[in-house]
């Protein structure tokens, strides 16, 4: 073999400008591939928070999933029919609104019904009001983060007061955690206040004067 022979190198293996920037744009290509399938395979990140606590976002959170405006916003006719009044969100049973003698039970047919504002309701258990939860005085304003847990652990207004009338589903929410609970607290006392002294619970034998 001449020394001719050993100098010869295939133009193939000549490295020229085109393939080099291939090889590179490859190779970037399968590291991005390699850290996206990395990331992929973490737990998800927390929603960003935009200045609030976890605690707070948690609660956030929770409060729309758990229908809280449904009964504590009133409702107001809106152009399309009745709408949450969200002014007024949160804050109850409007205590302007006089609520007429409900209509009479019938077992067999309608058994309970709800105010205009869809924060009364009447029933067998009487008349129930849905309660103030912003932060104002008239609301939770003065009430404890133990007072809130115990209230929907329990049944029971303040945690040591009457029974919690229907339609409030306390009996489900006791399930959660006293973690969420308390996130449940710390973001309704974030809530503006609004002042409105909703009316108090009222037992069958006052609902039917």
Not at 16 to 39: D, K, M, N, Q
Not at 67 to 74: A, E, K, M, R, V
Not at 116 to 125: E, K, M
Not at 171 to 181: F, Q
Request: charged content about 20%; aromatic content about 8%.
């Amino acid at each position: 073999m001449t020394s001719s022979t050993l100098s010869v190198r295939p133009s193939s293996a000549r490295p020229v400008p085109g393939t080099v920037r291939r090889a590179a744009f490859a190779g970037a290509a399968a590291a991005l591939l390699a850290a996206t399938t990395l990331h992929a395979g973490e737990a998800p990140k927390k929603p960003l928070t935009f200045g609030a606590s976890p605690q707070v976002a948690r609660g956030q959170y929770l409060v729309g999933i758990m229908g809280c405006d449904d009964c504590h916003t009133p409702m107001k006719m809106g152009a399309k029919g009745p709408e949450p009044d969200f002014a007024r969100r949160l804050s109850g049973h409007p205590q302007a609104v006089k609520v007429t003698k409900p209509a009479p039970i019938d077992a067999k047919a309608w058994i309970w019904a709800g105010n205009a504002t869809n924060t009364a309701f009447a029933g067998p258990w009487g008349i129930s009001y849905a309660p103030n939860l912003t932060s104002d005085a008239t609301g939770i304003g003065a009430w404890t983060e133990a007072n809130f847990v115990k209230a929907i652990k329990e049944g029971k207004h303040l945690g040591v007061g009457r029974p919690i009338a229907p339609p409030m589903p306390w009996p489900a929410y006791r399930h959660a955690t006293d973690e969420d609970l308390k996130a449940v607290f710390a973001y309704l006392k974030t809530v503006p206040p609004v002042k409105n002294q909703a009316p108090d619970y009222e037992p069958p034998a006052m609902a039917r004067k």
